[in-house]
């Protein structure tokens, strides 16, 4: 009889240990949730002009908390990117961004988004829109490279 109880509880407790297992599975390897903007968020308007301050401003917090990734000039090709082997598009395509509101990258620049870390409370409102200015200003001066030094 007792030979048959502890036969039970090992069966049972083997059946907890592959089912905490089973649960636990999914969560490891899940797919990463769909990234999705909320409306009003994504209508969300931008308050602050692209005026060379409020560029200024965007540049100064880009060349801290984005350049790494995003690359000094916007090509999405910063040091970290590369090390990461993170594929990031070029902002200074046009047609990169010409999708996204100014809301959606606000949203996405605060919240962050996949491997993309969030900018969070670093930077205020005006700052955040700062930024979003900034990102536009690549594409602005056209599908330029950066000035080249002078060839010898
Ligand atoms: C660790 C690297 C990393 C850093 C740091 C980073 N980003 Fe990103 N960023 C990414 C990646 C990767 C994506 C693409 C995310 C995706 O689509 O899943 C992205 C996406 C974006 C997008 C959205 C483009 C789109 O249409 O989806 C914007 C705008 C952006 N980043 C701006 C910034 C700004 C501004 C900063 C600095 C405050 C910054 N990023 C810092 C890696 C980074």
């Keep these: 009889m007792w030979k048959y109880v502890s036969v039970l509880s090992i069966l049972v407790l083997v059946g907890l240990a592959a089912s905490a297992q089973q649960s636990q599975k999914p969560a490891d ?68 961004l010409k999708d996204r509101t100014d809301g959606e990258l606000f949203y996405i620049i605060q919240k962050g988004k996949g491997d993309m870390p969030p900018e969070g409370d670093r930077a205020k409102p005006d700052g955040l829109w700062s930024l979003v200015n900034y990102v536009r200003s690549f594409a602005k001066k056209g599908a330029s490279p950066p000035e080249k030094p002078p060839s010898p």
């Design 29 to 96: 390897n899940k797919p990463p949730g769909e990234f999705k903007i909320p409306p009003e968020a994504a209508a969300q308007t931008n308050p602050v002009k692209p005026n060379p301050e409020s560029i200024a401003q965007g540049k100064k917090v880009y060349g801290y908390d984005c350049a790494m990734c995003h690359g000094a000039d916007g090509d999405g090709k910063g040091d970290l990117a590369v090390e990461m082997k993170l594929k990031i598009p070029d902002y200074r395509d046009p047609e990169s």
